[in-house]
């Protein structure tokens, strides 16, 4: 029988390899392909029935497209879209709080990636914050999926500095994502 989808009980690899999908469609803004990855991601990593799945990957949509511009992007609409989407799901927590929080290590992340002002610790440290709060965990045990994140974010900024071209990268990004995913699923899910 099939493991029944959640937040707690997804596969990381298919979460993984949809966010991977996403990251490549993001940078190359190929919104149509971006928006069917994020389908396969609110699936696979929160288990929605089918209209709730495509809403809550329109909301991911609309606030990735809203975070896209450089540098004139437009945070509060990028906050205010994944509101809507964490309202959605199927977790006891504020959305305002958690997209909130979304946001921020995306912030942190241009930052990163574009002027280096900000260290890949305090990067860590935002998605740490982020899943500690989502999940409602010891932030001690997102430390794992946090690290490996930021590192498929490296690989993920190599790729786009090289032209969006070279699959290798984008393999180590998806292998660094796995690794991320099943971190955060060994530490949220079911015992």
Do not use: I
């Not at 707690?8 to 979460?15: A, I, K, N, Q, S």
């Not at 993984?16 to 971006?34: G, H, I, K, L």
């Not at 914050?129 to 932030?139: F, G, I, T």
């Amino acid at each position: 029988m099939a493991t029944e989808r959640g937040p707690r009980t997804f596969d990381p690899v298919l979460v993984a390899n949809r966010e991977t999908d996403a990251w490549a469609a993001y940078y190359r803004r190929e919104w149509r392909r971006f928006l069917s990855a994020a389908v396969g991601m609110v699936h696979e990593g929160f288990g929605m029935g089918r209209l709730r799945t495509l809403a809550g990957a329109w909301h991911v949509l609309r606030a990735n497209q809203h975070w896209a511009p450089y540098p004139d992007n437009h945070p509060d609409a990028a906050r205010a879209s994944m509101r809507r989407f964490y309202r959605m799901v199927d977790l006891d927590l504020d959305p305002v709080r958690a997209a909130e929080l979304e946001v921020e290590w995306w912030r942190l992340h241009r930052e990163h990636q574009h002027d280096s002002a900000t260290s890949t610790e305090e990067l860590v440290q935002s998605l740490v914050d982020l899943y500690a709060y989502v999940y409602d965990a010891p932030p001690a045990t997102m430390r794992a999926a946090a690290k490996k994140r930021v590192e498929a974010m490296g690989f993920s900024d190599a790729w786009v500095a090289g032209g969006c071209a070279d699959d290798d990268l984008l393999a180590q990004e998806r292998s660094a994502l796995v690794a991320s995913y099943t971190a955060l699923r060994q530490a949220v899910g079911p015992a």
